[in-house]
């Protein structure tokens, strides 16, 4: 399955790169107030604008993955206090004598 994966991801990487490789012809950038890049290469600008994308993805996603981790936080100190009071209850009870292995299984004689 491994194997597969990789493959599967060297495959993307081509298609990607041969995408790119076939678009790096020039263009021209305009933003707001008439500001324009002249003869930007298309795979410059293609990037760009996956990094921001990414970005604001990233962004996005933040506040909710802070808050799970610090829901898990909280769960693993409650459950970590759980266990201690079940062994305190546990620990006050008295103990059943676990018998040895030689009287559940005894050896079998040389």
Known sequence: MRYVIWALR????VLVLLFALNNTGPVDVTFY???V?????LI????V????????ALLLILPSALR????A????????KMRQQANKVLGDAPKAQTPAPEV???LAPM
């Open 10 to 13: 060297l495959l993307v990487f």
């Open 33 to 35: 107030a008439d500001y």
């Open 37 to 41: 890049l002249h003869q930007v290469p």
């Open 44 to 47: 410059v600008v293609m990037l």
């Open 49 to 56: 604008t996956f990094i921001v994308g990414a970005l604001f």
């Open 68 to 71: 799970r981790r610090r829901e």
């Open 73 to 80: 936080s909280r769960l693993r100190r409650e459950l970590e």
């Open 104 to 106: 559940v299984a005894p």
